[in-house]
């Protein structure tokens, strides 16, 4: 979803006062003296949650809560608080996964297929057991951690995206008609 309009003139409202600062032509000072644009709203997360589950039983509780778990994430405002705390979020769980999965492929690789080595250093056995068994692992725990920290949409689509690229005859985009 694109910003609205306002947004971009409070972008070119803060350029051009930064700008100012400098000897500029006339046409940049008339961008001094518009009058402020409005201020860029900010997005809002709508609850899918009902306000009541006395009349639900509780597999419907169950799967109401989970439709909500795994909804589609608002678009926050770029920059607001929301924004902020949601890239916070999705930079720990990139940190958490990718730290897992080495943590769990690397006592792996040394303890059942008897393969030690860097990737840099050697051997090629290594290096090629280690990308196979760290990407799907990867995935797979990129897809939990996500989904438990509430971003299983954004963290779906990642993976989706990830295995596609590593995989494009899989995921062949259908012909316009």
Known sequence: ARQKSG?????????ARLLSRLPAPPRARTLLSAPRPPACP????????PLSTQNMGPNEKLLQWWRWW?????????????????????????GITGSAAMFLVRPLLGTYLGLHGTMLDGPWSYRL????????????????????????????????????RLLPFLFKKKPLP
């Open 129 to 164: 057991a280690s990308l196979l068994l760290v990407t799907p692992t990867y995935s797979l725990i990129l897809l939990v951690v996500g989904t438990l920290c509430g971003k299983h949409h954004f963290f779906r689509a990642t993976v989706l995206r990830m295995w596609a």
């Open 70 to 94: 795994i909804a589609q994430e608002p678009v926050y405002a770029r920059y607001s608080r929301e924004w902020w705390v949601d890239t916070a979020i999705k930079f720990t769980v990139f």
């Open 42 to 49: 900010r997005a809002r997360h709508v609850s899918a949650r």
């Open 7 to 15: 947004c971009a003139d409070q972008r070119m409202f803060r350029a």
